[in-house]
Nanobody, 126 residues
Framework: VQLQASGGGLVQAGGSLRLSCAAS??????????LGWYRQAPGKQRDLVAVINSGGSTNYADSVKGRFTISRDNDKNTVYLLMDSLKPEDTAVYYC???????????????????WGQGTLVTVSS
């Protein structure tokens, strides 16, 4: 699975952005993958933003709950991250990730994910 993230940019605090991540390959395989968004700020480790498993269940980092929404369109092989009420501390490189789904579990650790996109930079100005 190859992933291509897009949609990053510069936005003022309080604004919104929608990130997209398109996956190569068949839609059948895409449907069987869990998908996630992670972010990495300068000098910091890569952290969970949100994940969505093959069944549509989601999990969010506490820092983005109520502001960010992850969704997937299996017919388009794409996962989205809608980010509202952005804050300067949301500034980071955002990465999409994928892994083969296992049962109905939700996996949140960076190490669980096998496939990674190249990252897209989100900068939130104050």
């Amino acid at each position: 699975v190859q992933l291509q993230a897009s949609g990053g940019g510069l936005v003022q605090a309080g604004g919104s952005l929608r990130l997209s991540c398109a996956a190569s390959g068949s839609t059948t395989i895409f449907r069987l993958n869990d998908l996630g968004w992670y972010r990495q700020a300068p000098g910091k480790q890569r952290d969970l933003v949100a994940v969505i498993n093959s069944g549509g269940s989601t999990n969010y980092a506490d820092s983005v709950k109520g502001r960010f929404t992850i969704s997937r369109d299996n017919d388009k092989n794409t996962v989205y991250l809608l980010m509202d009420s952005l804050k300067p501390e949301d500034t980071a490189v955002y990465y999409c990730a994928a892994k083969p789904s296992i049962m109905t579990a939700i996996y949140v650790s960076v190490s669980d994910y096998v496939y990674w996109g190249q990252g897209t930079l989100v900068t939130v100005s104050s």
